[in-house]
């Protein structure tokens, strides 16, 4: 049960958008540029001033707006989701928006992170009677609206949103209004912007520049931004903490022309590219990434050294993302099936391979492999972030450290294992460098996945490792 609470949220994408007459449609549209953040399901609640209407199924956004009949979505407001569920209940109960009926009015949730006291919390739920209707954390959200008892919905929700623990980004839509909060570290990106008159609210920045809105401003971590017919306000429900941006969003999980706090997702994968190159430098013909998540960091590397840059792989587009297969076997076929080395590039060369990541060790080990077979000399892997040795608890699936490589070789041991002339990781003082701007406000990031250090405990004191999450 726990692993399966664990698994519903990870890594979604959250879109929303206010005052406008194509409501369905643009969420549709934002969905779309949000569809790297998820692929199993996707769905969209929209609000008329009196009623809410959902569309929702498993797929890509595609696939499931392909059967949506826009004129039964009317309506002046919307949210939607698209999730990336890699364990637990697969079903279409857990795709968001989750939508709750009641006599007194309906609420729809769209929730991006993971809620590391949600088993708690439904326990206590399920104890003062409420039946829950999914697996999902984000559904505990609601029941403690509800618990709460107070004639005032704002209050209810405030103080709900101060019993959660972990990181959320949270849309939440009644016929009326628009509530959306995030965590009081702002683990999870979430942005506002302006569309005309509508305000739009998405994870990343893309989507505005797909529907042609314009960035506005951040969510503040601990803020409970409202929008309605009379506008946006904003109130404080925490205290924020010292900002912990997930690292992560940059390194591999935002798409390059999202800003992210602010930050240009591609500048910062350049310059993690840039400080690699001086921390561990190699003698070599050409510089490759592995597409798209390492394009960037590649180019700085390569740009640092003055080697060339060029494109020794090729993606199949129409292959999803390796993680999605579920079993190792089907991983590595994955990897098989969505990249091809450019022999005329890599052919008796001595190839440096950027990669931004690793993490059980799958992707390096065929890729290495692959680049040999298509007649690279050499082949030396340079990484763009540090080792990852610890599992994620906000949700980014990030295996359980058994599986996870660094945790459990040496360096020495996974250049080998993955068959590398040479490998090195970028440093977490260099990963900082890159990502974090001095002169911009709330800048601070999460690296919890490579140094151990957790910003968010679910019991304080306690080692995180001994969180009954996973
Ligand atoms: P692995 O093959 O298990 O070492 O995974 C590393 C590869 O997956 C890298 O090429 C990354 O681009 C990508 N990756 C890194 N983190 C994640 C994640 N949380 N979910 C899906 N893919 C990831
Ligand atoms: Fe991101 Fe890693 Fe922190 Fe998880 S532990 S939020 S993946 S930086």
Known sequence: MLAEIKGLNEECGVFGIWGHEKAAEMTYYGLHALQHRGQDGAGVVTSDGSNLKIHKDLGLVNDVFKHANFNELQGHAAIGHVRYATQGDGGIANIQPLLFRSQTGSIALAHNGNIMNAYKLRGELEHEGSILQTTSDTEVLAHLIRRNGSANFETALMEALRSLVGAYAFLIMKENKLYIATDPRGLRPLSIGRLGDAYVVASETCAFDLIGATFEREVIPGELVMVDHNGMSARKFAEPEPRTMCAMEYVYFSRPDSDVNQVNVHASR???????????????????????????????????????????????????????????????????????????????????????????????????????????????????????????????????????????????????????????????SGLERAIVHEELPNQGICKACFTGNYPVVENQGQSPVTLTIK
């Open 270 to 428: 350049k310059k993690m590219g840039i400080e690699l190159a001086k921390e561990a430098p190699v003698q070599a013909d050409v510089v490759t990434g592995v597409p798209d998540s390492s394009i960037s960091a590649a180019i700085g590397y390569a740009e640092q050294l003055g080697l060339p840059y060029e494109i020794g792989l090729i993606k199949n587009r129409y292959v999803g993302r390796t993680f999605i297969q579920p079993s190792q076997e089907l991983r590595e076929q994955g990897v098989k099936l969505k990249l091809s080395p450019v022999r005329g590039i890599v052919e008796g060369k001595r190839v440096i391979m950027i990669d931004d990541s690793i993490v059980r060790g799958t992707t390096s080990k065929r890729i290495v492999r692959m680049l040999k077979e298509a007649g690279a000399a050499e082949v030396h892997v340079r990484i763009a972030s540090p080792p990852i040795t610890n599992p994620c608890y906000y949700g980014i699936d990030m295996s359980t450290r058994d599986e996870l490589i660094a945790a459990n070789y040496s360096l020495e041991g996974i250049a080998k294992l993955i068959s590398a002339d040479s490998l090195a990781y970028l440093s977490e």
